[in-house]
């Protein structure tokens, strides 16, 4: 899993098994590889702006990257699948578009019979859909006793039950923003929010951003990094960085405590990045009205990848991995595009199916 906050990729080997009617999971390793010090730290951002052919040469790169990072981290263990999320570059779903780099034939090389699961998205957008967020179907497999899960990535998002069905979306910019201005001020993050806590945050900018037209949208709806390049960051140009951070972790938290205004009341189950943000948590925890739990240092690191783990199994095992009634989409979808560098013998089968669409 490589998300908007670019820093970093995010592996995890994973362990799934059903206990009666409940599917349970057991984390067997994991890590982070930072982009800072690599060239994607630099290639990944400029990625952003290319396309046609330009574009897919840098994805052909990085699928070669990440089958080398896939390979190191192995390390000759055996796995049954591998689902990887690539790295998003380009999200507007109103205009059916969504680009997740990373997801080319050099992905394959040397595992075989290993079946690798990607571009999880595109089959969502076309059905309409938003294309995201897509971990809430896993949310409600694997964290059923949570009223909400809330994920602080580069953007937050989150996700709970509502009249029978389960709702989610992206909430507001997270990490997107507040990296992007602790950058400004000489730092990859915001060391427990020690920046935004001794400073002031602007409250013109605030009540400006509160007024953005997408908090007054109703669900499915998601973010992209062009909304924040487009709608957010002009409205930061003449404040100072540190002005910047504290505003936007500030706006990071009235966004989540907004988004989840119509969310059961009950414990908050936090993950992510944003969750080792001290200062941040403690404007999250000023809504007295819920409990704010963060799980175990791995859980909360890697539960997007285990939650895309999920989703590749599912995809597997020929079940809806992506509910349309969190996408908006017009159906659920089996999706995922399915990877083998050698296929398995035709007369011996396959144990996975190819080309499924369920609904509901």
């Given amino acids: 899993m490589s998300g908007t906050s670019l820093d970093g990729l995010d592996l995890a080997l994973v362990s799934f098994w059903q206990d009666g009617t409940r599917w349970r999971h057991e984390i067997l390793q994991s890590t982070c590889i930072s982009y800072e010090g690599s060239p994607w730290a630099r290639r990944l951002p400029e990625s952003y702006r290319l396309s046609g052919s330009d574009l897919n040469r ?60 990607c571009d999880f998205r595109v089959g969502d957008v076309k059905r309409g859909g938003q294309g995201a967020p897509l971990v809430p179907l896993a949310d409600a497999f694997l964290y059923p006793d949570y009223a909400v899960c809330l994920n602080l990535g580069g953007f937050s998002n989150a996700s709970w039950i509502q009249d029978g069905k389960r709702r989610a979306g992206d909430l507001g910019p997270a990490n997107v923003l507040l990296n992007h201005f ?23 900018i605030l009540k400006v951003l509160q007024e ?47 988004g989840q205004r119509h969310a ?36 909360r690191d890697f539960k997007e990848a285990i939650c895309f783990a999920f989703l590749g199994l599912r995809r597997l095992r020929g079940e809806v991995n992506i509910w349309g009634s969190v996408t908006g989409a017009s159906l659920d979808g089996c999706d995922g595009t399915i990877l083998v560098e050698t296929p398995l013998n035709p007369q011996g089968g396959s144990n996975f199916p190819l080309h499924l669409r369920y609904t509901r």
């Fill in 58 to 117: 840098v994805s052909w790169e990085y699928s070669q990257w990440l089958n080398e990072a896939f390979h190191a981290f192995f390390d000759g263990t055996p796995v049954q699948a591998i689902a990887s999320h690539g790295h998003t570059v380009h999200h507007l779903p109103a205009q059916g578009i969504t680009r997740q780099i990373g997801q080319d034939s050099p992905l394959m090389k040397g595992f075989g019979e290993t079946p690798i699961i």
């Fill in 182 to 204: 602790a950058q400004a001020c000489g730092y990859a993050f915001d060391p427990q929010g020690q920046i935004a806590r001794t400073h002031d945050a602007d409250d013109s």
């Fill in 264 to 299: 059961p009341p009950g414990e908050v189950l936090v993950t992510g990045g944003g969750a080792q943000n001290q200062y941040f948590m403690s404007l999250l925890e000023q809504d007295s009205t819920r409990s704010w739990a963060i799980p175990s240092e791995t859980e």
């Fill in 212 to 258: 953005l037209p997408f908090y007054a949208q109703d669900f499915p709806k998601s973010l992209g990094r062009e909304w924040v390049e487009s709608e957010v960051l002009p409205l930061f140009l003449d404040v100072t960085p540190q002005t910047a951070l504290a505003t936007a972790t500030h706006h990071a938290a009235w966004a989540i405590h907004h």
